[in-house]
């Protein structure tokens, strides 16, 4: 998963994915910034214990920071969101501080309209990308007729149409082989949206930033998560000293730090959850899309494990700590045989038999 931040100049993407990743990024001007950090899972930590620590791998998350040379201010955002057409996750930074020492492109912050704006760029961007493609198309089509390109432009003309009305490709139903035709083309209305709103150092409770991100999730629903922050007020937390830190959030009501709210809502805007692996050498989380079969969970670990997949043996997380041990899950028959259709549930354990 790489989510890449878009969002107008000194919308503070930068910043905010410092606070992140707990990086520097000014070090490198001009380069892009990328990152993956360690998904905290507390999970995980107690089978590390249980499991008499053996290694433990968290699931990854990448950030990417374009860190795009400012764009002209007749086109302010293209090049942001050109930036983040590899990610797969597209997260708008919308500027909701007022600070007369930052200067905002549109004159006064308003995360509403610039959401709207970005959004709708996103829109025309993929639209320019089809009518460039389709020309393409028929140039070629003139020359010599073939059924493969007649199926893309048939697939992208349909995709047309529904930009043309404001549906993003997400949304659009398409038979699985279409979406393989377009998979190439990095649309970014096909990838999840979550807003980022960087909002004053005096909106820093949690629960006015929860009033925040409510007001702004019901006026602007096309977002798949919502996430309130200062990034200001967190880069200066990032900085203190555990106990200090501890302190001043107790001070101004702030319960979580943004690093994990904001791989939360990456989880929540790509219907992400989670399953085990575990042993006395690794316990391990591994990413998976909610609604995926043990089968579809077996080839995120490896080919071989799918194409041999016997059986998997699954305990869920909250079934084991009730049991106390795997010996007494065993015998509280919470473990379970599943075969290569069921639906995995966040926080299995799951044991993939298999033979290659
Ligand atoms: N007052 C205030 N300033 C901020 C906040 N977030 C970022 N800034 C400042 O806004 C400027 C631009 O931030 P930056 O992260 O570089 O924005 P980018 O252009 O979107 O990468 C910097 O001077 C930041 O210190 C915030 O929450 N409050
Ligand atoms: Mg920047």
Redesign the pocket.
């Known amino acids: 998963m790489r989510i890449g ?1 878009a ?12 606070v992140v990743t707990g990086l520097s990024a000014k070090a490198s001007a001009r380069a892009p910034h990328l990152a993956a950090v360690a998904v905290p899972e507390k999970r995980l930590d107690r089978l590390e214990c249980d499991f008499n620590n053996p290694k433990k791998v968290c699931a990854k998350i990448e950030y990417l ?1 374009p ?1 795009i040379p ?1 764009a002209q201010p007749d086109e302010p955002m293209k090049p ?1 969101l050109d930036g983040v057409k590899d990610a797969s996750v597209i997260a708008l ?1 919308l ?1 909701a ?3 007369p ?2 200067p905002h492109v549109l004159g006064s912050p308003d995360p509403l309209r610039d959401a709207a704006r970005l959004i709708d760029k996103m829109f025309q961007m993929d639209i320019a990308i089809i009518e460039k493609r389709v020309l393409r198309i028929d140039q070629s089509i003139q020359k010599a007729r073939t059924e493969e390109l007649e199926r893309e432009r048939e697939v992208i003309t349909h995709c047309l149409k529904h930009l043309e009305e404001r549906e993003p490709i997400s949304d659009i139903d398409l038979r699985p082989e279409q979406k393989r035709e377009i998979s190439g083309m990095r649309f970014l209305t096909a990838k999840p949206l979550m807003a980022v709103l ?4 005096k909106d820093t409770s949690s629960q006015r930033l929860r009033e925040l991100s409510e007001q702004f999730r019901t006026a602007e629903p096309r977002f798949q998560s919502v996430t309130a922050l ?4 967190e ?1 200066e937390l990032f900085d203190l000293e555990d106990e200090d830190r501890r302190l001043f959030m107790d001070d101004v009501g702030l319960e979580r730090l943004a690093d994990e709210r904001l791989i939360r809502a990456s989880y929540e805007a790509t219907k992400t959850i989670c399953f085990f692996t575990v042993g006395d050498d690794e316990v391990r989380a591994w990413p998976l899309v909610a609604g995926s079969t043990a089968l579809q969970a077996a080839g995120t670990i490896h080919t071989d494990m799918m194409r041999g997949f016997i059986r998997a043996e699954v305990v869920n997380y909250n079934d084991y700590i009730k049991a106390g041990s795997m010996r007494d899950a065993k015998a509280k028959h919470f473990v379970r045989l599943e075969g290569k259709e069921y639906e995995v549930v966040d926080g299995d354990m799951i044991l993939f038999r298999f033979n290659v």
């Not at 969002?7 to 410092?18: A, I, L, N, Q």
């Not at 200062?230 to 007020?233: G, K, T, V, Y």
């Open positions: 931040f969002g107008f100049p000194k919308s503070g993407k930068t910043t905010v994915f410092e920071d860190n400012e942001s930074v500027r501080f007022d600070d020492n930052v960087n909002v004053d150092e200062s990034a200001r007020l880069r």
